[in-house]
């Protein structure tokens, strides 16, 4: 039995189909009442992490690995609530799980808690700066809690960092690039980089993990999942854009129109063109046993050209 957490979110709901495909007992956490219902797809089991409500009895009853992707992840939330969910409820999960003995506890977390400028994205969490952005910082002092809790414990911990998630279904700023890139003439400039994973290898390799056919290297907790490609924002642009474009915009111009989509937003003037030229860890990721990724952003588009 795997309990799983997030079964309603981007990564969660892909996991949960392509567990059901391989016939695999699961027990879904979700605060989605209408979830309950549906006893075609596993157990539900209530569970509000916003509300700080107790697990309930039984949860971790015949459950051989915990997935938790569940979290906080709307970049305008308020800190209090970052640190609600993605800190203390989480705590209590692994508590929980811990006590339970669950011989496996698999965290997703994020590849933005490892500094740009880092050697290893493998290193523990306490070994690079605090994030400035909320939502980082808390996966940051999530990862660091955990691995305090799993040290004291007889339960592996497994913490897998991957990059920018995406599918055919794009969202957050991915979805607001590709689109601009459906009417917008020019690419976007060369500013920023980062790491991106399929959202399909993503869920391969959190399977494997749990069933036990992939694992870190030798002495590791972590994973790290990436695509192996580094990503820019003309990269990006050129992947999702579809017919020709007049070339690529100046950055004066990119910064003119950043300004005037954070007034559209109500957002803080500057918001969209840090988040456009920040600078993320981009590199070789280390490899992981019996894992491949598959897809980059490029043939994402040429599959989704394809299918139109």
């Avoid at 799983?4 to 969660?12: C, D, P, S």
């Avoid at 965290?107 to 933005?112: A, D, E, G, I, T």
């Avoid at 490892?114 to 994030?131: C, G, M, N, R, T």
Wanted: hydrophobic fraction near 40%; charged fraction near 20%.
């Amino acid at each position: 039995m795997i309990l799983l957490t997030g079964a309603t979110g981007y990564v969660g709901a892909a996991l949960r189909a392509a567990l059901e495909q391989l016939g695999q007992s699961l027990r879904l956490l979700t605060r989605a009442k209408d979830a309950l219902n549906d006893a075609s797809h596993g157990e539900w089991v209530y569970w509000d992490m916003n509300g700080g409500d107790d697990l309930p009895g039984g949860v971790f009853d015949d459950v051989s690995a915990v997935i938790h992707c569940a979290g906080l992840a709307h970049r305008h939330a308020d800190e209090r609530d970052y640190q609600r969910i993605n800190i203390e409820a989480t705590s209590d999960l692994a508590r929980r799980a811990i006590e339970a003995d669950v011989p496996h506890f698999i965290h997703v977390s994020s590849l933005n808690v490892v500094s740009a400028e880092a050697v290893s994205p493998l290193d523990p969490a306490h070994q690079y700066p605090e994030p400035e952005e909320r939502y980082a910082a808390s996966k940051w002092r999530a990862e660091q809690t955990l691995c305090q809790m799993f040290t004291e414990s007889h339960c592996q911990l497994t913490v897998v960092r991957p990059g920018l998630v995406y599918d055919i279904e794009l969202t957050a700023n991915l979805k607001t690039v590709n689109s601009l890139m459906r009417w917008w003439p020019w690419l976007l400039p060369s500013v920023g980089h980062r790491s991106m994973v399929a959202r399909g290898d993503l869920v391969a390799l959190l399977i494997s993990c749990a069933l036990g056919e992939s694992g870190a290297p030798a002495g590791e907790e972590t994973l790290v999942a990436t695509d192996g490609a580094v990503y820019d924002a003309e990269r990006i642009a050129r992947a999702l854009s579809q017919g020709m474009k007049w070339g690529v915009m100046p950055q004066w111009l990119c910064r003119l129109a950043g300004r005037a989509l954070d007034w559209k937003k109500g957002s803080k003037a500057g918001t969209q063109w840090r988040s456009l030229s920040a600078n993320h860890w981009a590199g070789d990721a280390p490899a992981v046993t019996g894992w491949q990724p598959s897809v980059t952003l490029e043939s994402r588009t040429a599959r989704e050209t394809g299918r139109s």
